[in-house]
Structure formats: structure tokens, C-alpha cells
């Protein structure tokens, strides 16, 4: 197996497939000048944009700044897999884990958030290459087929079409020789192409008045009392409002890293399948799958039948985003040996990408919010990977609590809690490294890992 993994990566490119396109749009002019806005966005992934979208529809009258040190998409929203479900907190297991009181509200707010994105979707015409085949999380061991159960109650218990599948029904669904069973979510989830979903809403942040400058980093933040002034490499902005959407890159504000670890995901895309290999594995339905492993993998498919083959967290000390590691293509073994595990009647396909970079790990696995400068600056973050969708909702409610939390929503615990402290390095490191020693062992050796892994959880990391 290492051998067809090695060849399977010998002319991998390393860049994220999403990207890798020739119609991405040009860049816009970064800021050169002193400027004012009523809301100022920093960030230009999707938190960002639906921010500016969101409080422009709402307040047409706002002049709205985004800014961004790249360009949009160039961060974790031209990397993820791109699986969208009503879920706004991280699945609806961890909303009950984190929110237990508030869960049916939240099941409420998430399913109004999908609606939101599928209409903004139609309403700006934007092709993201939209699939609403369902959401797939699998078994790839008898032993999880009873928690595999109670999650499929525990959907129905909150109102979703939802069905369970024996080990026969799902490999009428997707054909793996891993696969037990599974739980598949048919309404409104599904898979989205991630950069032509945030070159969309950057440009209907554009039509809708938005100031948009690209290449623009924030250098540090002002506060005036009554306003804060972002000074930028080249310019300022001074605003009454600012919206930090800067995820793992957790620029803004010092304090934001003590509760937010940049951990790294790594992702593979194939060569697009031939019709007869598409025919080996079934997958007629295109849902976005997710697996039990304790080193979790995720799939999709994309337009054109590649797969897109996902998961393997790690982390570098003080959080490096995009050390050297992640550009060497024997780095990516170990996830192409996972795929072809999963799919062995694929033997001899290529891949064709191979990516990687920080998401915004945090105990709670789902977004929060922090609060500067008397709350003039708000921080939005910490989706752990999950933020296609939720990150609509993670901006309104952002946008809200920049507005004094009139919203009921804005008042509940997820809105008014944050996430455990993380510990400070070099602690983290060392944890961070033992942790993903035992994740990418521990289904095969057992042993200390799984007692550490249930240790991580009690401390707040569901990743047992």
C-alpha cells in the first residue's frame, strides 16, 4: 500500500485544488488612504464576506470596508472540503455536548441559516456548484455502530430526514469494504465548491456597495474612545464597528490565540474518475461523507468526479501555519494510504492536488465570540473546520453584538460564553504532539492512546 500511495503522489501539485483555477478573479487594489466606514470587516473568507453581505442587506445605508492581507479565499475558505449542513455548531452531537439547554433553538437558528445561504446563492447567481445529496457519517468499525445509532435518534428527535443504513444499505450507497453502517441527513446539506462560493460573495459584497481592498493587512488597532482606527500597511480605516474575521490567523487582538490552536488539515484531490471507476464505487447520491476514525477523513466529489479525500490534524510550535513539512509530498503518504483503504478498487489513480493549513481549533468546536475595546471589535471564530455554512451564522450574530445584542440569539450561552483556555506554549506543543501521535495510532495500537484521547476530551477536545 505505501508503494501505490508514493505513486499515486508522484506528480501532485501543492496547491488546493479549489484554487487552482484560471478564471479566479483578479485582485483588487489594496487600500492607500485614510478612510471611514460604519462597520470595518477584517478578513476576506467567508465569516468576512457574509459579514459585509449580511450587514449591508440589513442596513443599506452602512458604508462597508473588508479588507483582506491576501486575497479572498486565499485563506481557510479556499481550503476545506466544502460539505454544508444546517448544523451551526460543529454537528449536532457537539451542540448538545456544548449547548444542551439551548439545542433546539440552535437547530432552529441552523436550518434558518441554510435557507439564508441557499438564497443568497440564487439571489447573486453564483455557481458554486451547489449538491444537496445529504450529509454521510459512516462506521468503519462494528464497534461504533451503536453510537452510530444514537446519533441517528438523536437527529430524529430534532426534526431531521434522516435514515440509518446497515452495513447492506450503505454499501448500496458508497462502495468501501470499510463501511458498517451509517446515519445519512437528506435535507439541506450537502457539497459547495468553497472558492467559487467566497469569489461569488465577493462579488456580491461589491454590488451591494461593499469597499473591498485586497492586499491590505491590519497592522494593529486604535481605540478613540468612540471609534477604533485600524492602521494598515499603506492606509487606516476609522470606524465605530469592527468585525474581526481572521480565524486561525487570530490577527486583532493578542488575546485571541489563548483560546483558539491554528491546528493543520491536510486534503488530497484525485484525477477526475472514468465512468467505469465511478461505477466501482456507487456514490450515486454525492453526499459529503464523514468516517468514525479516530483520525477522522471526510470526502466529497467534485463537478467533475474527483474525489476530495480529507483529514490528519497537526500542529507546529507556536502555531507556524505553513511550515516546509506540509510541502513535501511523503508528508501526504499516510492520507493517500487512508484513501486507498478506503476505496482499493481505485488502485492506480492519481493525485492531482495536495494542500494544507490552519483551522481554528478551540475546546468548544464550534464558533464564538470576543469582545475588545468595549466591545466596539468583535472576534468571530473557532468553526474547527465546519465554517462553510456556519459562518454565515457566526457573522450575523457578530454583527448583532456589534449592535448591542438586540437579537434573542445574541443573549444565549453560545453567544455569551467563550471556549476554555488553551495552555501556552511550549505546553501546547507537547500536548498538541502526543495528541496527534495517539489520533493517527490509536485504531491500530490501542493501549495509553485511547485513555489520553478520553483525557483531551474531559478537558474540553472532543476528539476521542
Known sequence: ??????????????????????????????????????????????????????????????DVILIEKDEVATGASGRPGGVVSTSVMHGLSNALRIFPRDIAELERLGKENIAGMMATIEQFGIDCHAEWGGELTVAIDSAHIEALRQEHQLHLRYGHNSVFLDEAAVQAEIRSP?????????????????????????????????????????????????RITAMTGRGSV??????????AFV????????????????????????????????WKHRQGVYDTRTQMN???????????????????????????????????????????????????VRFANAWSGPIDLTTRMAVHFQRYHGDKVV?????????????????????????????PESRLEFATTMPTRVPPEPFRWLGAQITMYALDTADRQGGWRRPWLKAISAMGFPLN
Not at 461593499?210 to 497592522?219: D, K, P
Open 298 to 348: 471526510y470526502m466529497r466529489l467534485t463537478r467533475d468526479n474527483r474525489i476530495i479525500f480529507g483529514g490528519r490534524l497537526a500542529y507546529s510550535f507556536c502555531g507556524t501555519p505553513f511550515p516546509a513539512v506540509d510541502r513535501d509530498t511523503a508528508t501526504y503518504a499516510p492520507l493517500a494510504q487512508a484513501f486507498f483503504e478506503t476505496f482499493p478498487q481505485l488502485e492506480g
Open 178 to 226: 470499510r463501511y458498517k453502517a451509517a446515519v445519512w441527513s437528506k435535507d439541506a446539506s450537502g457539497t459547495v465548491h468553497p472558492a467559487l462560493l467566497a469569489w461569488g460573495l465577493k462579488r456580491a459584497a461589491i454590488e451591494l456597495g461593499v469597499r473591498v481592498f485586497e492586499h491590505t493587512e491590519l497592522v494593529s488597532l486604535i481605540d478613540q474612545g468612540d
Open 251 to 282: 490577527a486583532g487582538h493578542k488575546h485571541i490565540k489563548h483560546r483558539v490552536v491554528p491546528v493543520r488539515d491536510r486534503v488530497l484531490a484525485t484525477e477526475p474518475l472514468t465512468p467505469s471507476q465511478m461505477d466501482s464505487i456507487g
Open 1 to 62: 500500500m505505501p508503494g501505490i500511495s508514493n505513486l499515486a503522489l508522484r506528480d501532485v501539485a501543492m496547491k488546493p485544488f479549489w484554487l487552482d483555477r484560471p478564471d479566479a478573479p483578479l485582485a483588487l487594489p489594496p487600500l492607500e488612504e485614510d478612510s471611514k466606514a460604519d462597520l470595518l470587516v477584517v478578513g476576506g473568507g467567508f465569516t468576512g464576506l457574509w459579514g459585509a453581505i449580511q450587514s449591508r442587506q440589513a442596513h443599506p445605508e452602512r
Open 379 to 407: 472576534y468571530a471564530g473557532g468553526y474547527s473546520g465546519f465554517g462553510v455554512s456556519a459562518s454565515r451564522f457566526g457573522a450575523r450574530i457578530a454583527l448583532d453584538i456589534l449592535d448591542g445584542s438586540q437579537a
Open 238 to 247: 476609522t470606524s465605530p464597528r469592527v468585525l474581526l474575521a481572521t480565524n
